[in-house]
């Protein structure tokens, strides 16, 4: 081994590498305290909305209320698209995955924006906020196209919340089914160096361009370890007959080790704040539209897990009480993770901007463990 070699220490999963300092959120693992720019997360949550809490993610700062307006006006004449990229959201495969189709849809945005690879703050601001006001009509409208519907071109006079369900449903959503979504939107907005923002990173680090960093995001997030986990919850909590039956389910998962979705975390070892006020809110939505069975199963859930790993500080985490909250909102269980997404594009960006402000190409090693000095057999002769 060189020199070099034996001075760096192997890290497998980066579990205990710090790669960059950062100033956009706080995660105390141990206590279970989330900050977005030293904001509580619960406050942000009760008070804030998805535009203003994008708009302190960008700027560190809580906006002025003329602020605020002119950046919703901003995002909201945003919203629509272009007819190349309707064009495009119909000529995909009715049958595909929606994380599918919206990685592709984000990359198209690339397409036909001349100053695709200019790495300003300013540009990369302005993309930003097209990869913001577009993803809800990337989501929904290859919801209506797969399901043979008319699509829907985006209300803007409607927040990105009320926008979204707008553009899925074609009704007008209920007020407090816009706040439920708002803070799901809110909650998912950023949460450190988790792997699809690690993931942008790297890409942004080479010099890229912006929109090939939320591309590889969107990529990385679709994984059931990560983003993919909230729909995983939904499967189960369909598995599971009933309240009844969810002991045997959960031991039985253990027995073939394998593991309950919407649990454990890599930095919360205690509450995942985001998971406790999810908790409240989805209780209260599922009994208002008649899915408290599904709730009482996932308490249920809560109770095993937290006799059988509970001391190895595994909790419900964020994905877990989402995926009542998104059920009980009527939304399809493909779509738990594209919403993921359209929050968290929130937080990609802005990493991806502050990261660029003290530029260094994210490139580690590898611990080779493979032969050397091997002899090269000709073709002819092995
Ligand atoms: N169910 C059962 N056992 C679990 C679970 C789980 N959900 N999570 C962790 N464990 C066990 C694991 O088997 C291991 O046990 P042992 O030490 O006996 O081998 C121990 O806990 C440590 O697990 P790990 O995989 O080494 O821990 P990690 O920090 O690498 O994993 C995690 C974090 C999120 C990948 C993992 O907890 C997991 O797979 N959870 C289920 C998927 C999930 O809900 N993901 C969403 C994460 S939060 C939202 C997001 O970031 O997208």
Redesign the pocket.
């Given at each position: 081994m060189s020199t070099v070699m034996q001075e760096m220490h192997t890290d497998i999963?980066l579990?205990n590498t710090i790669v960059a300092r950062s100033s956009l959120s706080f995660i105390n693992g141990e206590k279970g305290i989330l900050e977005y720019v030293g904001y509580g997360i619960d406050d942000l949550a009760r008070q804030s909305t998805f535009e203003e809490t994008t708009y302190l993610l960008w700027n560190r700062r809580l906006p002025s209320r003329v602020e605020l307006a002119e950046f919703n006006t901003l995002i909201r004449s945003n919203y629509d698209l272009s007819e190349t990229l309707w064009d495009m959201i119909v000529s995909l495969p009715r049958d595909a995955s929606p994380m599918h189709a919206l990685r592709t849809l984000t990359s198209a945005l690339a397409l036909e924006d001349p100053a695709a690879d200019d790495p300003s703050i300013e540009a990369n601001t302005r993309k930003s906020i097209v990869m913001l006001a577009k993803m809800p009509a990337l989501i929904a409208g290859f919801d209506r196209h797969r399901k043979g519907l008319d699509l829907i071109r985006p209300n803007v006079e409607a927040t990105i919340a009320e926008n979204f369900l707008y553009m899925l449903t074609g009704k007008k959503p209920t007020e407090r089914m816009s706040r439920a979504m708002d803070i799901c939107l809110i909650l998912h907005a950023d949460?450190g160096f988790?792997?699809?923002t690690f993931a942008s990173l790297v890409t942004i680090s080479t010099l890229s361009d912006i929109y090939s960093a939320v591309t590889t995001a969107i990529g990385t997030?679709k994984g059931?370890?990560?983003?993919g986990?909230n729909q995983?919850?939904m499967y189960m909590l369909q598995e599971i007959e009933s309240i009844d039956a969810v002991e045997e389910y959960v031991l039985n998962?253990?027995a073939n080790?394998?593991?309950?979705?919407?649990?454990?975390?890599?930095v919360y070892k205690s509450n995942?704040p985001r998971a406790t006020y999810l908790k409240t809110f989805a209780e209260g939505i599922a009994q208002d539209t008649g899915n408290i069975d599904l709730f009482n199963k996932s308490q249920r859930i809560e109770e095993v897990?937290d006799r059988e790993?509970g001391s190895?500080g595994?909790y419900p985490?964020?994905?877990?009480y989402s995926a009542t909250t998104y059920f009980s909102l009527g939304i399809d269980l493909d779509l738990f993770t594209p919403l993921?997404a359209m929050s968290r594009v929130s937080g990609w960006t802005a990493h991806c901007m502050e990261y660029l402000a003290e530029n260094r190409l994210i490139r580690p090693r590898c611990d080779y463990v493979g032969p050397h000095e091997q002899e090269y057999v000709s073709i002819s002769q092995r």
């Open positions: 999963g579990v949460h988790n792997a699809s997030l059931p370890l990560h983003g986990a995983g919850v998962k253990f080790k394998e593991r309950i979705m919407g649990f454990g975390h890599r995942d897990m790993v190895k595994i985490n964020v994905d877990f993921f």
